[in-house]
């Protein structure tokens, strides 16, 4: 699974809400565009060392997050968020250049998740189907 690739996109967040019913995040950024981004999917592409791990390779494959919420936004700064998840991860900082990549790419990445799990034999959820 590749570890998106952060660019410097110059875009800044206008908005950004938390659907707890959903399970999804909504971002607006100052070029107007509007996503909507699963918890699972923000889970499984966490920027922090825990699931990227510390160079290229290390990644650990997130197995079982379909169920995953967000619980809290919390700013960092003028350049980031941190989001915290009811299976209890927190460490992972969301820059805006790093949302607006997953987002944009989102469609890509979350094929190339996908893909890594049939290839590791691994269903997406615990009973094996997919939703």
């Not at 570890?3 to 107007?32: K, Q, S």
């Not at 909507?36 to 999917?41: D, F, K």
Request: glycine share 8%; with cysteine; charged share 30%.
């Amino acid at each position: 699974m590749r570890r998106p690739y952060r660019t410097a996109t110059e875009r800044t967040p206008t908005d950004i809400r938390l659907h707890r019913r959903a399970r999804m995040l909504e971002v607006w950024f100052d070029d107007g565009s509007r996503f909507e981004l699963a918890a699972e999917y923000l889970r499984v592409y966490s920027p922090s060392a825990e699931v990227r791990g510390h160079g290229p390779g290390e990644q650990i494959l997130q197995l079982g997050k379909e169920k995953v919420a967000i619980t809290a936004i919390e700013p960092v700064g003028q350049y980031a968020v941190k989001l915290l998840f009811d299976d209890g991860h927190c460490t992972g900082l969301y820059s805006w250049a790093l949302l607006y990549d997953l987002a944009t790419n989102k469609e890509h990445y979350w094929q190339a998740y996908l893909e890594a799990l049939e290839q590791a034999g691994c269903p997406r959820d615990a009973t094996g189907k997919e939703e």
